[in-house]
């Protein structure tokens, strides 16, 4: 970059640029497409977390059948369902850091091919060995649209209707836990356990063509919070090289990326790179570590709350269809095609909950921010946990005590869905706000989400049978009623405190970077 340039766009006012980063003017804005285009977005990557989901559970029918064919030992296939659910949570951090230099569609590209080179590795494997190493490449590929599914729905929304498109969105995972079973057990009792697989890599390739052929890449690198700052970095290089140059005496704020204004409305206010800086500027991987935009998300009071409850409801929605199937085996003599039918009602309720759950949630952000003036804060999308935070714990012990009590599977179906129905409701609105308090690293914020559910799923898949065989549904879920209501404090605690957290977090941030 010449003298000339950086002259042109840092000094032609006397101001810094001060934009809402969220709605800074970009080229063929996403979020003025037609509802059409959004809608065939909303419906390529709900697909593509629909199979994500599908591939945690849908091998569960089969492991009777592996494990014979294999000879392989019962602590091998846990290994290769537990491994699975911890590289899915923990591998988005690194597509994430990939998508903000190099855009969302070639992440969805690579992860998706990824994860159809596993499933058809697993489908030919003759050794429970690769079967395990194949399953982490599968969880690998499946992981990126956890990730950046929810980021690509902040690139094309506003934040008052993402409650009820993250809802959408994130209903097509949910039914993975319910579909799964049946899937798996249609294919294994039909065909083989291989078909399980052999069905995985049709999918992945129905969806890795969507993206290809019908997705437009909706990443904007001047809406990036993640790519302003390495932009800045970059062009702070750039000047102390010209050390005989004046643009050695232009001042950091007139470079564009060092003073920053904060705002008390749900989008942040920050100084913005222009466009013509970004042309002229190209950045690799090498100028990206996700680690530091991980930890600085993780490090906020209010992000670690809620990441917190956010993994211990998945953990528990990952517990539940695991234990539940067990139970319906031993007890009830179900085999593997009658399961997935019972658990259907814990995947549909997920699915209502998911959809009712997201828009009550934009909906109470709305009534909220018209009663305050017109302004809005990330906090105020969480009041709409209140209502199912009611009912959640006497479900979860409700569900304990009938599964104890091995009453008729009626019962079991109607605790199921009310499981599934309030602690989705809940989980709808946490990820929706984990969005808006982190505006610029939207698809950062979401993989730090997804890593606290790997975790706590890793976890509870660990010890959710030997808790079980110990004491019991009624006693693993009445533990579990009460981990709810941890859940529910840490969200009530982020809903009365976070506003004043995430301020504080953020002024503390522009501090370090003004120092630099």
Same mark, same amino acid.
Request: glycine fraction near 8%.
């Given at each position: 970059?010449?003298?000339?340039? *950086?002259?042109?766009?840092?000094?032609?006012?006397?101001?810094?640029?001060?934009?809402?980063?969220?709605?800074?003017?970009?080229?063929?804005?996403?979020?003025?497409?037609?509802?059409?285009?959004?809608?065939?977005?909303?419906?390529?990557?709900?697909?593509?977390?629909?199979?994500?989901?599908?591939?945690?559970?849908?091998?569960?029918?089969?492991?009777?059948?592996?494990?014979?064919?294999?000879?392989?030992?019962?602590?091998?296939?846990?290994?290769?369902?537990?491994?699975?659910?911890?590289?899915?949570?923990?591998?988005?951090?690194?597509?994430?850091?990939?998508?903000?230099?190099?855009?969302?569609? %070639?992440?969805?590209?690579?992860?998706?091919?990824?994860?159809?080179?596993?499933?058809?590795?697993?489908?030919?494997?003759?050794? *429970?060995?690769?079967?395990?190493?194949?399953?982490?490449?599968?969880?690998?590929?499946?992981?990126?649209?956890?990730?950046?599914?929810?980021?690509?729905?902040?690139?094309?929304?506003?934040?008052?209707?993402?409650?009820?498109?993250?809802?959408?969105?994130?209903?097509?995972?949910?039914?993975? $836990?319910?579909?799964?079973?049946?899937?798996?057990?249609?294919?294994?009792?039909?065909?083989?356990?291989?078909?399980?697989?052999?069905?995985?890599?049709?999918?992945?390739?129905?969806?890795?063509?969507?993206?290809?052929?019908?997705?437009?890449?909706?990443?904007?690198?001047?809406?990036?919070?993640?790519?302003?700052?390495?932009?800045?970095?970059?062009?702070?290089?750039?000047?102390?090289?010209?050390?005989?140059?004046?643009?050695?005496?232009?001042?950091?704020?007139?470079?564009?990326?060092?003073?920053?204004?904060?705002?008390?409305?749900?989008?942040?206010?920050?100084?913005? *790179?222009?466009?013509?800086?970004?042309?002229?500027?190209? %950045?690799?991987?090498?100028?990206?570590?996700?680690?530091?935009?991980?930890?600085? &998300?993780?490090?906020?009071?209010?992000?670690?709350?809620? %990441?917190?409850?956010?993994?211990?409801?998945?953990?528990?929605?990952?517990?539940?269809?695991?234990?539940?199937?067990?139970?319906?085996?031993?007890?009830?003599?179900?085999?593997?095609?009658?399961?997935?039918?019972?658990?259907?009602?814990?995947?549909?309720?997920?699915?209502?909950?998911?959809?009712?759950?997201?828009?009550?949630?934009?909906?109470?952000?709305?009534?909220?921010?018209?009663?305050?003036?017109?302004?809005?804060?990330?906090?105020?999308?969480?009041?709409?946990?209140?209502?199912?935070?009611? #009912?959640?714990? $006497?479900?979860?012990?409700?569900?304990?005590?009938?599964?104890?009590?091995?009453?008729?599977?009626?019962?079991?179906?109607?605790?199921?869905?009310?499981?599934?129905?309030?602690? &989705?409701?809940?989980?709808?609105?946490?990820?929706?706000?984990?969005?808006?308090?982190?505006?610029?690293?939207?698809?950062?914020?979401?993989?730090?989400?997804?890593?606290?559910?790997?975790?706590?799923?890793?976890?509870?898949?660990? &010890?959710?049978?030997?808790?079980?065989?110990? &004491?019991?549904?009624?006693?693993?879920?009445?533990?579990?009623?009460?981990?709810?209501?941890?859940?529910?404090?840490?969200?009530?605690?982020?809903?009365?405190?976070?506003?004043? #957290?995430?301020?504080?977090?953020?002024?503390?941030?522009?501090?370090?970077?003004?120092?630099?």
């Amino acid at each position: 970059m010449t003298e000339r340039q *950086i002259t042109n766009f840092s000094i032609s006012s006397n101001e810094p640029i001060k934009l809402d980063i969220e709605h800074t003017v970009v080229e063929n804005d996403p979020r003025i497409w037609s509802n059409t285009k959004k809608t065939a977005i909303l419906f390529i990557i709900s697909g593509a977390s629909m199979f994500a989901g599908l591939a945690g559970n849908i091998q569960n029918p089969a492991n009777a059948q592996i494990q014979q064919q294999l000879h392989a030992s019962s602590g091998d296939i846990s290994l290769s369902l537990s491994l699975f659910i911890l590289v899915q949570g923990m591998f988005p951090v690194i597509w994430s850091a990939i998508s903000e230099i190099k855009g969302r569609k %070639l992440v969805y590209l690579l992860s998706i091919g990824l994860f159809i080179i596993g499933s058809a590795i697993v489908a030919v494997s003759r050794t *429970i060995g690769l079967v395990i190493g194949m399953r982490i490449v599968q969880a690998a590929g499946s992981s990126a649209v956890f990730a950046i599914g929810a980021a690509t729905l902040a690139d094309i929304y506003e934040s008052h209707q993402r409650g009820s498109m993250m809802g959408v969105y994130y209903s097509a995972p949910l039914l993975g $836990p319910s579909l799964g079973p049946i899937f798996g057990g249609a294919l294994t009792q039909g065909l083989s356990w291989r078909a399980v697989f052999w069905f995985l890599v049709i999918w992945g390739g129905i969806i890795f063509l969507a993206f290809l052929f019908l997705f437009k890449d909706t990443f904007r690198k001047e809406r990036s919070t993640t790519y302003q700052n390495v932009l800045n970095s970059r062009l702070r290089e750039q000047q102390s090289a010209e050390a005989n140059d004046e643009s050695r005496n232009i001042s950091k704020s007139e470079v564009g990326g060092e003073k920053q204004t904060t705002s008390k409305d749900i989008e942040a206010q920050r100084t913005v *790179i222009p466009a013509p800086a970004i042309k002229d500027i190209k %950045l690799s991987m090498a100028d990206v570590n996700p680690f530091p935009a991980y930890f600085s &998300i993780v490090s906020r009071k209010n992000n670690f709350a809620l %990441l917190t409850a956010s993994g211990l409801t998945f953990a528990f929605g990952f517990s539940i269809p695991y234990t539940c199937a067990r139970t319906l085996s031993m007890y009830y003599d179900y085999d593997a095609l009658k399961t997935g039918l019972v658990l259907l009602s814990y995947g549909v309720g997920c699915v209502a909950g998911s959809i009712l759950g997201g828009r009550w949630s934009d909906r109470t952000l709305a009534r909220l921010k018209a009663a305050n003036g017109g302004v809005s804060f990330p906090e105020m999308r969480l009041e709409s946990t209140k209502i199912a935070m009611l #009912w959640l714990p $006497p479900s979860v012990i409700g569900y304990a005590w009938v599964c104890q009590e091995r009453v008729n599977v009626c019962a079991v179906c109607v605790m199921l869905f009310l499981a599934g129905f309030l602690s &989705i409701w809940i989980y709808t609105s946490t990820l929706a706000y984990i969005v808006d308090a982190n505006t610029g690293r939207s698809s950062m914020a979401v993989a730090a989400n997804s890593s606290f559910r790997g975790l706590f799923a890793f976890v509870a898949a660990e &010890i959710a049978v030997p808790l079980q065989d110990a &004491i019991g549904d009624g006693g693993l879920y009445t533990l579990w009623a009460c981990l709810t209501v941890v859940i529910e404090c840490m969200i009530l605690l982020v809903l009365y405190k976070g506003r004043n #957290w995430r301020e504080a977090s953020v002024e503390r941030e522009k501090q370090k970077l003004d120092a630099k």
